[in-house]
T-cell receptor
Framework: NAGVTQTPKFRILKIGQSMTLQCAQD?????MYWYRQDPGMGLKLIYY???????DKGEVPNGYNVSRSTTEDFPLRLELAAPSQTSVYFC????????????FGDGTRLSIL | AQSVTQPDIHITVSEGASLELRCNYS??????LFWYVQSPGQGLQLLLK????DTLVQGIKGFEAEFKRSQSSFNLRKPSVHWSDAAEYFC????????????WGAGTKLIIKP
């Protein structure tokens, strides 16, 4: 009964460092999403994927990259961490694109200092 | 462009009192509507959804929401809140031309007074 699993839960990075946020789902969902959540701003879509090998930009993609080599995994890469990327990151998946609910992981809390 | 508005940034309600959280959207056709709840330090959990049919939908944890087409609203209600309902609530809208995106409201933080 894992659902969507995100690792790590917390991370502190120095400016300019890089890291990969991991996301895995075990529900065989084709659609996967990465969001960032900033206080009072709701969720902003960073990238999404409609299936293995297919990804596209969301509303706020700058500074991030993704890949989708399998149905299960959708990692998010930060290449040159900047303080503006301090946020809580959520991965989600869904069976269909808008007429099925999205299932969320517990988030990764990332601070860039 | 589609948008979702949750007019109340935070709401304070006494335990046992009734609750209504507002959500308004702008979209021409009937959208797919969702309410999610986020407890502190947790991800988002689906409370309920509306796609078609009966405009009053029931969700988990005793919540319900009513779709009102004429007002472009999808307000969330609960007859009697419990301290465990303290959380942040998000309304989301999906539309056929939204390019695979759900449009999210900014959230309403619910505070429960003992």
């Amino acid at each position: 009964n894992a659902g969507v699993t995100q690792t790590p839960k917390f991370r502190i990075l120095k400016i300019g460092q890089s890291m990969t946020l991991q996301c895995a789902q075990d529900m065989n969902h084709n659609y996967m999403y990465w969001y960032r959540q900033d206080p009072g701003m709701g969720l902003k879509l960073i990238y999404y994927s409609v299936g293995a090998g297919i990804t596209d930009k969301g509303e706020v993609p700058n500074g991030y990259n993704v890949s989708r080599s399998t149905t299960e995994d959708f990692p998010l890469r930060l290449e040159l961490a900047a303080p503006s990327q301090t946020s809580v990151y959520f991965c989600a998946s869904s069976r269909q694109v808008i007429n099925q609910p999205q299932h969320f992981g517990d988030g990764t809390r990332l601070s860039i200092l | 462009a589609q948008s979702v508005t949750q007019p109340d940034i935070h709401i304070t309600v006494s335990e046992g009192a009734s609750l209504e959280l507002r959500c308004n959207y702008s979209y021409g056709a009937t959208p797919y509507l969702f309410w999610y709840v986020q407890s502190p330090g947790q991800g988002l959990q689906l409370l309920l959804k509306y796609f078609s049919g009966d405009t009053l939908v029931q969700g988990i944890k005793g919540f319900e929401a009513e779709f009102k087409r004429s007002q472009s609203s999808f307000n969330l209600r609960k007859p009697s809140v419990h301290w465990s309902d303290a959380a942040e609530y998000f309304c989301a809208v999906g539309a056929v031309d939204s390019n695979y995106q759900l449009i999210w409201g900014a959230g309403t933080k619910l505070i429960i007074k003992p």
